[in-house]
């Protein structure tokens, strides 16, 4: 694992890269794009084992904390989801940089998978694929999840700070907008059966033959559970790969 920065000035974004261990004739990179507060806590070491597999299949990885989160620059209440989006591209061109490969492919958990997807929808020539692991479909479905869907004067959760502009964004997530807008091959996988899926998969063919669902039978590695604490979810991390492949 190799430590450094991407992005520049204030915005400076800690990242881990990891070389691919066989050399491909054409070089392939993937970056990934976590979730947020606790998500991204319960979920750290799945993603990081995904990365290390990815490397292990001749993969250039690179996985990188959003502004405002980890060890990256800033402020978490001044964050802000399109903020987040133009990360994810300072991540995709230091990625491409580094791997010298011409494309990229997106992989993001939860709010990640809202990152990911918006920003392959901006950068669609510069996207190989797109794998949009636990995504959030519905915006106000995910607020009714934390509890705050009728409390908007909610400072934080789960000691997490979240500013009123964020809020709005989540508010407005509609992860089938964003695959229409993608027009990438794109793999979403899902580990928690929700009342959206039920919405996405009956407009899975607006989004173009290049989307598929899959559900995977596995424990949501981004939620909390002390009885398996630090658990990595093999099953999912292997599909990935091997859908990758």
């Not at 993001?108 to 901006?122: D, L």
Request: proline content about 5%.
């Amino acid at each position: 694992m190799n430590p450094l920065y991407v992005g520049s000035g204030d915005r400076r974004l800690f990242a881990i890269y990891e070389p691919p261990a066989v050399k491909r004739a054409h070089p392939r990179a993937a970056a990934l794009c976590y979730p947020w507060g606790s998500e991204y806590v319960n979920a750290h070491r799945s993603m990081r084992h995904l990365a290390t597999k990815l490397s292990q299949a001749g993969f250039h990885t690179l996985r990188f904390d959003y502004f405002g989160t980890g060890d990256s620059a800033g402020d978490l209440i001044d964050a802000d989801l399109t903020g987040w989006e133009g990360d994810a591209e300072s991540a995709i061109e230091g990625l491409k940089d580094i791997a010298g490969a011409p494309r990229v492919t997106l992989v993001g958990m939860r709010i990640g998978a809202t990152v990911a997807a918006r920003a392959a929808a901006r950068l669609a020539d510069e996207i190989e694929a797109l794998v949009l692991w636990d995504p959030i479909v519905s915006g106000p479905e995910y607020l009714r999840s934390l509890n705050i869907a009728d409390t908007p004067g909610v400072a934080e959760i789960d000691g997490f700070p979240l500013s009123a502009r964020m809020l709005r964004e989540f508010q407005a997530i509609d992860l089938r907008a964003d695959l229409a807008a993608a027009k990438r091959r794109t793999l979403v996988l899902v580990t928690e059966r929700l009342a959206s899926h039920a919405d996405l998969e009956r407009d899975m063919p607006r989004a173009g033959a290049h989307a598929a669902l899959e559900f995977i039978d596995a424990r949501c590695p981004w939620r909390e559970d002390v009885t398996l604490t630090g658990e990595v979810q093999v099953q999912a991390i292997q599909r990935i790969v091997e859908w990758l492949a």
